[in-house]
């Protein structure tokens, strides 16, 4: 009886640290397991936990506000911070011709789920009800599917009300399961629209692919047959052919050599040339013909390695400081990062984690490993202190009002880290930090920051939400929800389409990023055997996510307060 007792307190005691620890145990792992289950193909994934928190706090297993707030902001910023940290990288990279175009195209997108959210706020809610903003600011947030926006609303409408904020959560809750179906539906609806036809769109890619593979590397071996060589250095060619090329190793004379700048050519000299793809036949039409030549018999037998950049020290040192062939006797001839390979040009800055390949006598290949670190097990847990202090940066400068005179008016703790994580991953080697990241540590990290947060917004609006939807305005935001997630797809889509003549699964992908919505981004790909759909939504992506977050607090600071 006092076991049973024991056990009833365990779960009724709700300010005790294990009540709480249990709480969010039950509530994230049932939440999980239940969002892998699929209706018709399509699963809301790890978003379930917010709808299990819901039915947790609608029963009363639940905890103090306080601490939930606490893990909820927690969460967040954690969430935030890890999603800046992955895409700040690739992040300003993005806004190329067609990046600057797609990453338009997503904004509008994202101006027009606001307009549509104005728009059925005056022509179906009584506005002169103050709660009703807030609760639509709810609605189109799970609409388009995004729960960072969520989070930085819940904070913004915390800075104006206290304790006395609209738990817009429940709103969120009500238009997230038709948002997840609508944006699947639009994009096929696009297609519809716009009569695209999946194999010729597949040719399209196909040949563009093709027009493409001139920016790739290309290796060959060459023998100097261009007399006007003889005599002339490294460095001398390099200027006058005006191209990008890495001489990884030279035979002359029956003698294999790592050449630098000053290695002086000759006729009948053998080497193996690194290169754009687009520049290899100016180059052999500078050099001479392309040969076969076996390494491996050579007297000064030379070997490849693919090296690991794991000391810190030289974490954002450039190729040119680092003089690999005249110092060690090696040549890099590329460097994979994030896993792309990038030619290994003197301005480029080596990061931690970043494999460079080194080419050069074994002895000389080993010493370079050993500067370098080439220790894989430094890459396997995240570094801690960066991560806390770009939180701790992030939250003081999300703090700060970007606007005089206005101290509502600031990024919070959804905006701020994530700004800072975006600007760390970039540029953290200039300050000496360490920003690598294995890309399993990240999502671990990122996925705690986000079922600790939907965990706690669902416990928190579980209370009155079964009222919202059975006797308040639930089928209201429901509908809304849905018109605010389809309006701005069919419109911008054939746009798109119509008008900058996109790939059918690049807007596919751009759609799905701009919603930031990984099953519209696993649909896109189910269709398309290429990759286009992943690079349309990664290119919209990183600046989607932080005008969501940012849109957010601007509509509740400006209408909600």
């Known amino acids: 009886m006092e076991s ?233 060619v390099h200027n006058f052919l005006n191209r990008d090329f890495v001489v990884s190793r030279i035979l002359h004379e029956g003698h294999v050599s790592i050449p630098n700048r000053d290695t002086i050519f000759h006729l009948g000299d053998q080497m193996y040339i690194v290169c754009a793809e687009a520049d290899y036949e100016a180059i052999v039409a500078f050099i001479g013909p392309v040969i076969e030549v076996n390494w491996e018999q050579q007297d000064q037998p030379l070997v490849s390695k693919r090296i690991v950049v794991t000391n810190p020290k030289i974490n954002g040192k450039a190729f040119g400081e680092m003089h690999f062939s005249s110092v060690y006797g090696v040549n890099v001839t590329r460097v994979t990062r994030h896993g792309m390979d990038i030619f290994a040009s003197p301005s480029l800055p080596l990061q931690v984690g970043d494999r460079i390949m080194v080419v050069g006598p074994a002895d000389a290949v080993d010493n370079v490993a050993h500067k370098m670190g080439n220790s894989v097990k430094r890459l396997d847990a995240p570094n801690i202190a960066t991560i806390f202090v770009g939180i701790f940066v992030g939250i003081i400068f999300g703090s700060l009002p970007f606007i005089p005179g206005m101290p509502l008016m600031k990024l919070g703790i959804a905006g701020g880290p994530l700004i800072i994580a975006i600007l760390i991953g970039r540029y953290g080697y200039k300050v000496k930090l360490v920003t690598y990241t294995t890309t399993s540590a990240n999502m671990m990290l990122r996925e705690i920051g986000l079922v600790l947060f939907l965990a706690s917004v669902g416990i928190k609006a579980g209370a009155g939400f079964f009222e919202t939807v059975m006797q308040g305005d639930g089928l209201l935001y429901v509908l809304t929800g849905f018109l605010i997630t389809v309006i701005p797809i069919l419109i911008i889509g054939p746009i798109a389409r119509w008008k900058f003549k996109f790939n059918y699964f690049t807007i596919a992908g751009m759609v799905s990023g701009t919603y930031t919505d990984p099953p519209a981004l696993a649909y896109s790909n189910s269709i398309c055997s290429k990759e286009a759909p992943a690079v349309g939504y990664s290119t919209v992506y990183p600046l989607s996510m932080f005008l969501r977050i940012l849109t957010a607090q601007l509509i509740v600071l400006f209408f909600c307060g």
């Open 4 to 236: 049973l007792q024991w056990l009833t307190n365990l779960f009724t005691t709700t300010d005790s640290v294990a009540h709480i620890a249990l709480l969010y145990a039950v509530v994230i792992a049932v939440g999980v397991y239940l969002g892998k289950i699929k209706i018709g193909g399509i699963s809301l994934g790890v978003t379930f936990v917010l709808f299990a928190g819901i039915v947790a706090g609608h029963i009363g297993f639940t905890a103090p506000t306080p601490i939930l707030t606490f893990i909820q902001d927690f969460g967040l910023i954690l969430f935030v911070f890890m999603i800046g940290l992955q895409v700040g990288p690739g992040f300003f990279e993005s806004f190329g011709t067609a990046g600057i175009k797609l990453n338009g195209l997503a904004a509008s997108m994202i101006l027009l789920n606001i307009c549509v959210m104005f728009a059925c706020y005056f022509i179906f809610f009584d506005t002169s009800d103050k709660s009703n903003l807030p609760m639509m600011v709810g609605t189109l947030y799970g609409a388009v599917t995004n729960t960072p926006g969520l989070g930085a609303a819940n904070e913004a409408l915390g800075s104006l009300f206290g304790s006395n904020a609209p738990q817009i959560a429940s709103a969120y809750a009500c238009a997230y399961p038709l948002g997840v179906v609508g944006i699947i539906g639009a994009i096929v609806m696009i297609r519809l629209i716009c009569k695209v036809s999946f194999e010729k769109e597949e040719a399209a890619l196909e040949e563009q692919s093709g027009a493409k593979a001139t920016q790739k590397p290309h290796h060959m071996h060459l023998e100097v047959t261009n007399k006007y060589l003889e005599g002339k250095t490294l460095l001398q």
